[in-house]
């Protein structure tokens, strides 16, 4: 991954431990918001990512290309690529357990990614310090262990529960309102 200086974790700044509370090994990750256009069951035109954590601190989830989201002729668009990586990352929030928001978002593009490809997407954070959070996923073409097609580097920074109520649409805010102190 050719990440910037910007998404490297300076020194001192350790990845998480599982977070006493957070979700168990093996647990999914449900949806961050239910109209989310990467993880929301209620987007029909979104990515419809449904991720899961094999371990606490690394989050896995499965993106079956389709026709919507071609670029080229039956190749996956460059940006919904970029979108998928920023969702997997952005599913770390339930293992951080604090909301987060991408700062910044650097993606490598290593090989197409043909209509029909199910691409299996990995993230997991390098590093916290204060409100930053430096994390990387990838894409890997038709299996865990597949080729792999897509890289990301990413800073996320915390953010209050306000930020979404007072930049977002507070009604939804408070319908599908998560506290993050407890389980997702
Ligand atoms: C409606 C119902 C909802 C229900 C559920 C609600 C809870 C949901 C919870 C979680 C959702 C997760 C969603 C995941 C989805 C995928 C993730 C996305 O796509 S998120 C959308 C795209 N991102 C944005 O829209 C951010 C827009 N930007 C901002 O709002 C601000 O710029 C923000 C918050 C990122 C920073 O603003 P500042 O005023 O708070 O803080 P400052 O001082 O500017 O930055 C803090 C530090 O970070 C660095 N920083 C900020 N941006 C940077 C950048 N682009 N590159 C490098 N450094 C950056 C700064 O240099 C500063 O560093 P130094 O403390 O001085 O060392």
């Known amino acids: ?102 700062g910044r978002l650097e993606t490598d593009y290593l090989r197409p990614v043909s209509v029909g490809t199910t691409l299996h997407l990995r993230a997991w954070c390098t590093g916290v310090s204060g409100r930053k959070a430096y994390l990387e996923a990838e894409g890997r073409i038709g299996a865990p262990d597949g080729p792999v097609a897509v890289r990301a580097a990413a800073l996320f920074i915390e953010v209050g529960m306000e930020h979404f109520a007072e930049h977002g649409d507070a009604d939804a805010f408070l319908a599908e309102h998560h506290d993050y102190e407890v389980n997702p």
């Open 1 to 102: 991954m050719t990440r910037s200086a910007l998404t490297t974790p300076p020194p001192g700044a350790a990845p998480p431990e599982p977070l006493p509370g957070g979700p168990a090994p093996g647990s999914p990750l449900g949806p961050h918001y239910s109209h989310c256009f990467g993880c929301g069951p209620k987007q029909p035109t979104g990515l419809n990512l449904t991720a899961s954590t094999p371990d606490g601190v690394t989050v896995t989830a499965e993106f079956v290309v389709g026709g919507v989201h071609q670029g080229a002729p039956g190749l996956a668009h460059g940006g919904v690529l970029a979108t998928a990586m920023d969702e997997v990352i952005g599913m770390s929030i339930w293992l951080l357990r604090r909301p987060y928001v991408t």
